[in-house]
């Protein structure tokens, strides 16, 4: 009798155990585990093709108001969803509510002295960015890493009102991309802008991921799309739009949460898109088996998502179109390649990026009438057609643009009326395969001829900025400087003084201070090429500063 209950003894704490565990068990399954600090939910990976559908954003935030529905949560017991709607891989969805107004900074902090901590304020809906009601996304966990994430509640003059910290474990990157880029500081002393890095790839029929670095080159968000890169990103009213796929653009809310799908139907785009006129975007794109690519330009209507044509360079373009060579071996004709485009409100005007015949195009009344009002190019290239007439006049002495990308208007109070500034990537690259009779080098003095730079060569990119005379039809080049050289693809951006550059095909980025010097250089190392790389800071999106 007493051996039986000895045995019984034995069996009750394990029985106990099991049970546990099977709740254990059982909560992980339905991703629910209570940590310190808090409730941590995590949803199963779904296939990326299935996220970016508006059905499945819409499944998924009735799960979390279901979730936020099951209990009161404090700051000190918060609700915490990792990559809440599958957006934005090693994020953290937080929500809880307070009794008096406040807002929230956090910083995150890792076990590794080569990675700094990473501050930020959060930004909220509320009026002065006080509330008693909290729901982030907080963005910045490193992979692979315990994050311990100090949260401070904070009152209206930043005073710290309560504070925890909370550790969490954050899974892998879904992409192979690195955690850390190598880093070189080089000739300026001065600060690098605030953002992050928006490191967009180049083409792909696989999944794609947008990567944010922060001043370290240190990953802090990863973006996976459908097969497509992001040319760039837009912020309107409080949403993100961004390409997620070959005809899809999304707009993402602050949280993640993809509120609008976008179809192109029959089109496919390529290189660029801007906001254009009544709540619009206007994308370069391709109709699906026509005869010739990138000579179209769509007009989307984010209210109704409707899709028209109001530019067709065919048809603005079509004796200029009729003296080009479809190249053997190629099925359709790529004979302008448009790889920029910028809005201009003031009188509905684009201004394009031809890399197939390096010229700067402004179209005038696009939504009505299309009309060339000018061109920036070449007076050798353009010399037999009818198009000569709209070359404005060259002022000084200089090696006119080749093969450029990102082109961007800036308006300035200080010029005349009729005045502005253009600003690109000068890849100083002279190739087309749908002109191929004419000779870029005896044109263009140092014209580079490979996409890629060999050792031994000299040949330079350039940031080049243009100031456009409407009135006397000139343009002249007032600023430039040498940058690494990239035959095709590639960036500049100007930000806070500094200038952004991705020389593309070297894999690398850099910033410049405003007397362009260089003040840092980043190696993305495990890609062929980087298509741009634009900096953003988030403000009055994830963050308040």
């Not at 955690?179 to 490191?199: H, I, P, R, T, W």
Request: net charge negative; charged share 25%.
């Amino acid at each position: 009798m007493k051996k039986k209950w000895k045995y019984l003894y034995f069996l009750i704490p394990i029985t106990i155990l099991i049970i546990v565990l099977g709740i254990g068990i059982k909560n992980e399954r339905s991703g629910y585990r209570k940590v310190n600090g808090g409730y941590l939910y995590r949803f199963k990976t779904e296939n990326y093709k299935t996220v970016y559908t508006e059905e499945f954003q819409k499944d998924r935030d009735k799960e979390i108001e279901d979730i936020k529905n099951t209990r009161n949560y404090s700051f000190q017991n918060s609700l915490m969803i990792l990559n809440p709607y599958q957006t934005n891989t090693n994020s953290l969805y937080l929500y809880f509510k307070t009794s008096t107004l406040s807002k929230l900074r956090y910083t995150i902090h890792v076990e590794n002295s080569n990675i700094k901590d990473y501050t930020k304020t959060l930004y909220n809906d509320s009026d002065n960015q006080l509330t008693t009601e909290h729901e982030y996304l907080l963005t910045g966990l490193i992979p692979d890493k315990v994050n311990q994430i100090t949260l401070e509640l904070l009152n209206e003059n930043d005073d710290i009102i309560k504070t925890k910290t909370v550790d969490i474990q954050a899974g892998s990157l879904l992409s192979n991309k690195k955690v850390q880029l190598d880093k070189e500081d080089v000739e300026s002393k001065e600060k690098l802008a605030n953002g992050l890095y928006a490191v967009l790839g180049n083409d792909s029929n696989k999944t794609y991921f947008l990567c944010l670095y922060d001043n370290q080159g240190v990953i802090r968000s990863e973006i996976p799309f459908t097969g497509y890169r992001a040319d760039r990103l837009l912020f309107k009213d409080g949403l993100l739009y961004m390409s997620v796929g070959m005809n899809k653009i999304a707009a993402m809310n602050r949280l993640g949460q993809v509120e609008k799908i976008y179809s192109l139907g029959n089109y496919e785009m390529h290189h660029d898109y801007v906001f254009g006129k009544d709540n619009s975007l206007l994308i370069l794109a391709d109709e699906k088996d026509a005869d010739t690519v990138e000579d179209l330009v769509l007009s989307l209507d984010l209210e109704t998502g409707e899709v028209t044509i109001p530019i067709d360079l065919k048809t603005l373009f079509s004796s200029y179109m009729e003296t080009t060579t479809l190249p053997e071996k190629k099925d359709q004709l790529d004979w302008m390649h448009i790889n920029a485009i910028q809005y201009d409100e003031e009188n509905d005007s684009v201004l394009l990026s031809s890399r197939e015949t390096s010229t700067i195009i402004k179209l005038s009344n696009i939504y009505n009438e299309p009309q060339i009002d000018y061109m920036l190019g070449s007076e050798s290239f353009w010399k037999d057609t009818e198009y000569k007439d709209k070359l404005f006049t060259q002022i000084g002495d200089f090696t006119l643009h080749s093969g450029q990308h990102s082109i961007t208007l800036e308006k300035d109070d200080s010029l005349e009326d009729g005045q502005y500034y253009i600003y690109f990537y000068n890849n100083n690259y002279g190739w087309s395969l749908t002109q191929p009779n004419y000779n870029w080098t005896e044109n263009y003095p140092g014209i580079g001829t490979k996409n890629k730079a060999e050792k031994g060569d000299k040949v330079k990119s350039q940031y080049y900025k243009y100031l456009v005379d409407e009135n006397n039809r000139t343009f002249e080049l007032v600023d430039h400087f040498d940058v690494d050289y990239s035959g095709i693809v590639s960036s500049v951006q100007n930000i806070d003084n500094n200038t952004v550059v991705d020389s593309g095909m070297t894999s690398t980025f850099t910033e410049y201070d405003k007397n362009h010097k260089l003040i840092a250089k980043f190696d993305v190392l495990n890609d062929d090429l980087i298509y741009r790389v634009y900096k953003y800071d988030f403000i009055n999106y994830w963050y308040s500063d």
